[in-house]
Each structure stands twice: as C-alpha cells, then as structure tokens.
C-alpha cells in the first residue's frame, strides 16, 4: 500500500463503511476512521472528498487523493495488494479465475441493488403492507443468494471458495449482517436461519466469528437504536 496512513471518512454503524474498513483490516492496513455525522447535512469535508454522490465512504489515500463508493474502495485495496505482491495464494479477495471475478462482482451489484434495498425497506417501509412485502423481496433476494453461496463456495466455508479467509462477496453481504439482525430483532422476523437458509446460515455464523469481523461489525443493539432513530427521523410508525 502506498506509504503513510490510510483515513476513512465513513461511520460505525454504516454497513459501506463496514465494507471498506473489513477489507483494509483483512489486508492489515492501517488506516483512521474520521467519522462522519450519519443523517441529511453533508459535512463540507465529505462534499469535498466525494462530490459526486455525497456519500460515505470515502478512502483518503496519503497523498490527498479520494476513492468513493464500498465495492470500488475493496477493488482497489486488492488491486494495490496484487499489484505490490502482497497477496497470497487463499487470501484474494477476488479470484484469479476472470469467470468467477465477474461472478462475484454480479453478486455484489445484486446484494446493493437488490438485497439492500429490500432489507431497508423492512424498517422504514412506511404502512404494515409495504414492511411485509419488503420482508418477502428480502427473503427472496436471500434464497437466491443461498444458491450463489452454494455454486461460488465449493463446498468450503466462505463465498471466496475458502475456508480461512472471506472474499469480496463474504464482504458485501457480511457488511450488512447487524443491520439484518437488528431488523429481525426489531420486527421479530426470521430472515436467515437453519430452516429457511442453511447455507447462509452456516456462513453468517463464521462470519460474524472472523476476527476482521469482530474487529469492524458495531454491536446489534446500536444498530437497532440506529434504526429507531431513523425511524422516527422518518415518522414511521412501528406497532
């Protein structure tokens, strides 16, 4: 990586924060978190840093410069790991194979276009109505994802198709497993489970158990007073 300290503007209880910070810890970078306050007014340090979209998060390289957008900043920290030799054989986040490369990346734009919208949605879905069919989209963007987990994992424990170290796919989807849990804690859902999803299940388990993991996740129960806050930010009423 490029000599001095990596900085993320971003914040803790940001799943696309969660993202990028798990990938500089996998790849044992040091970097600082600068946090940025979560809600409709944009710091000028973020507008300057990302002016396009305005949004967490964002790498500040050493030298000044701005990487924007979670999937974007893990690409580039295993391109500069690759690049530099610093990626070993059963620790890529991405394959070497370019078919499974262009797997992963499809997965990755299905969970930020598909999975998360839907999972958000639960909480903040204005009627009863609409939270329960957020609910359903949600567990059927999950029964897909059990079939990719299935045919991208080969058998081993993590979407990477290894058992010690998780991948970029492991990443888009661990990001955001407290906002999951924290969404089933609130509505007294059953999203991912031994039932429904046992692959995912299994995964989420080793997951959230990974010491990158344990290292970046926030603790459910912020995320669930998050949500609340959003919540009555939005007025949604909650039964």
Known sequence: MTAGTMRVLGGEVSPFTARARLALDLR????????????????????????????????????????????VIVQYIEDVARESGGAEAGSLLLPDDPYERAMHRFW???IDDKFWPALDAVSLAPTPGARAQAAEDT???????????????????????????????DLALGCF???LRACERLHGLSLIDAS????????????AAHPAAKRVLPDTEKVVQFTRFLQAQFRVHVS
């Open 28 to 71: 044992g970078v040091a970097y600082e978190l600068l946090d940025e306050p979560l809600g409709p007014k944009k710091s000028d340090r973020l507008l300057a840093a990302n002016p396009v979209y305005g949004k967490i998060p964002v790498l500040l390289l050493p030298d000044g410069r701005a990487i924007c957008e979670s999937a």
């Open 108 to 110: 990755t734009a299905f």
């Open 139 to 169: 567990r059927a963007a999950l029964s897909l994802l059990e079939e990719a987990f299935k045919d991208r994992s080969n058998g081993r424990a993590f979407f990477s198709g290894g058992d010690a170290a998780p991948g970029l796919l």
């Open 177 to 179: 497993l407290p906002a």
């Open 196 to 207: 429904a999803t046992p692959l995912l299940d299994g995964w989420s388990q080793r997951f």
